[in-house]
């Protein structure tokens, strides 16, 4: 079934039950960036909120779309449900009751029904509230912890565990460059290529591969912390927010105490 067809077939099967008040496009299909891999995000406002009842519904109007093979029942947030078809069409719905409305905007929604005017009294657009500090400040601490994790998986040749490190400290350079870029609308983790830019995306692909042994685990690591450390130290100091300074100085005293590690660029 075509993806305007599932949107279709949902809502008219939802449109007739007095509990359900309202249903909204999210997502990608509200904001003109679906394409042919896109799920379809719905929030659906309900008079009770996310019941078993409104679950149920939600059940039978997404299975006249196809065989649901997969089935999340809000879990593991209580008003979000998940499900997968058999031609792996992804369906989200988000069920609120119309007072849990406040975080939405307009520009974010589009109205597929809505019989209390709910959309009407939302704001048009949410209002930049720039970065988190906090968020920012735990990511830059944990990228140092898995980074200060590196002698461990080096004593005890944990070198798988050295892979994952790898991995980690990957995710955290993407989320940094999302950052550098503030890309409105970002969408769900397989947006990136339009979320970060050429020089980014080079960056990335330069970056050396997670190979389960020594050395290919020391470089990797030490590639990861010459890229993100300097572009974090950069923008926490263009947001105002506190580097974690005396951590990262005793994990590389750690590193070149145990491995004769130094740290690999410079920041004055």
């Known amino acids: 079934m075509e993806h305007f067809e599932t949107i279709e077939t949902i809502t008219r099967s939802l449109r007739d039950n007095a509990a359900i008040r309202a249903v909204f496009l999210s997502g990608s299909y509200s904001t003109g960036l679906a394409d042919e891999y896109s799920d379809i995000d719905f929030l659906i406002v309900a008079r009770d909120g996310a019941t078993d009842a409104v679950s149920a519904l939600c059940h039978k109007a997404i299975s006249q779309t196809g065989e649901i093979v997969l089935w ?71 990228f140092i912890k898995i980074l200060g994790l590196l002698h461990l998986a080096a004593g005890r040749k944990e070198y798988i565990n050295g892979m994952l490190g ?65 572009r974090a130290r950069k923008l926490a100091l263009q947001w105002g927010v506190e580097w974690p300074e005396r951590f990262e100085e005793v994990t590389w005293n750690q590193l070149r105490k145990s491995m004769s590690i130094e740290r690999p660029y410079d920041w004055s």
């Open 72 to 142: 999340r029942d809000r879990t593991p947030r209580p008003v979000l449900i998940n499900a997968i078809t058999d031609d792996w069409t992804r369906v989200d719905a988000l069920i609120l009751k119309a007072t849990q409305m406040g975080g939405q905007t307009q520009d974010s929604l589009t109205p597929l029904f809505d019989y209390d005017g709910i959309f009407n009294a939302l704001p048009a657009t949410s209002k930049n509230q720039g970065p988190n500090p906090a968020k920012l400040k735990s990511q830059f601490e944990e």
């Open 166 to 230: 790898v991995f980690h400290l990957r995710n955290f350079l993407v989320e940094l460059l999302i950052e550098e870029t503030d890309a409105p609308n970002r969408g769900g983790v397989l947006h990136l290529n339009r979320l970060i830019t050429d020089e980014q995306k080079a960056l990335l692909i330069s970056m050396p591969p997670a190979i389960p042994n020594r050395e290919a685990m020391i470089t990797a690591h030490l590639a990861y912390a010459q890229a993100y450390l300097p």
